[in-house]
T-cell receptor, first 114, second 111 residues
Framework: AQSVTQLGSHVSVSEGALVLLRCNYSSSVPPYLFWYVQYPNQGLQLLLKYTSAATLVKGINGFEAEFKKSETSFHLTKPSAHMSDAAEYFCAVSYGGSQGNLIFGKGTKLSVKP | DGGITQSPKYLFRKEGQNVTLSCEQN?????MYWYRQDPGQGLRLIYYSQIVNDFQKGDIAEGYSVSREKKESFPLTVTSAQKNPTAFYLC??????????FGDGTRLSIL
């Protein structure tokens, strides 16, 4: 069965520091992988997705993620954190060869200190 | 603008009462989804529908019901059988093989 593990429910960084949010997946078939961001009391907004093209995926707001099949990982990074990046981030994997059905990780809440 | 509209934003339910959460989309998406979000639990799938008049149970369908009479609409009813309904409910839609887009959610609380 497919699953997604996000290491660290809370991550805190200083403004200007590197952001690294970890995501590992298990999947019996080549997956589609997603990162979503959620601001308080709002829905989820797609940051980026991997769909078996380039392994390094660039998204919105300066975020990027690298698909590493050997490590079954899809970690999210941003070189320099901004106060506006404070939010909750969810990694998700699709199953059944379709982008439509997703399994979500439990989320990582990112805090950015001035 | 195209998007997904969930209403109301906040909803209160009395014990033993059914309540219905609205979800409307004007993106012409075939598929629609309902998720429940609890703190520290991520999103869990309640129901989904890929075509009008058809829907499938997700991982936590007990105590919930849905209908899909129109392509644009996918209302969720939280029944009195759902013993712990307090949560944040998110609706999403997608093309059949496409990426999910989310509404802004409805927060349900018990009075």
């Amino acid at each position: 069965a497919q699953s997604v593990t996000q290491l660290g429910s809370h991550v805190s960084v200083s403004e200007g520091a590197l952001v690294l949010l970890r995501c590992n997946y298990s999947s019996s078939v080549p997956p589609y992988l997603f990162w979503y961001v959620q601001y308080p009391n709002q829905g989820l907004q797609l940051l980026l997705k991997y769909t078996s093209a380039a392994t390094l995926v660039k998204g919105i707001n300066g975020f990027e993620a690298e698909f590493k099949k050997s490590e079954t990982s899809f970690h999210l990074t941003k070189p320099s954190a901004h106060m506006s990046d404070a939010a909750e981030y969810f990694c998700a994997v699709s199953y059944g060869g379709s982008q439509g059905n997703l399994i979500f990780g439990k989320g990582t809440k990112l805090s950015v200190k001035p | 603008d195209g998007g997904i509209t969930q209403s109301p934003k906040y909803l209160f339910r009395k014990e033993g009462q059914n309540v219905t959460l609205s979800c409307e989309q004007n993106l012409n998406h075939d598929a629609m989804y309902w998720y429940r979000q609890d703190p520290g639990q991520g999103l869990r799938l309640i129901y989904y529908s890929q075509i009008v008049n058809d829907f499938q149970k997700g991982d936590i369908a007990e105590g919930y019901s849905v209908s899909r009479e129109k392509k644009e609409s996918f209302p969720l009813t939280v029944t009195s059988a759902q013993k712990n309904p307090t949560a944040f409910y998110l609706c999403a839609s997608s093309p059949l093989e496409g990426t999910q887009h989310f509404g802004d959610g409805t927060r349900l609380s018990i009075l």
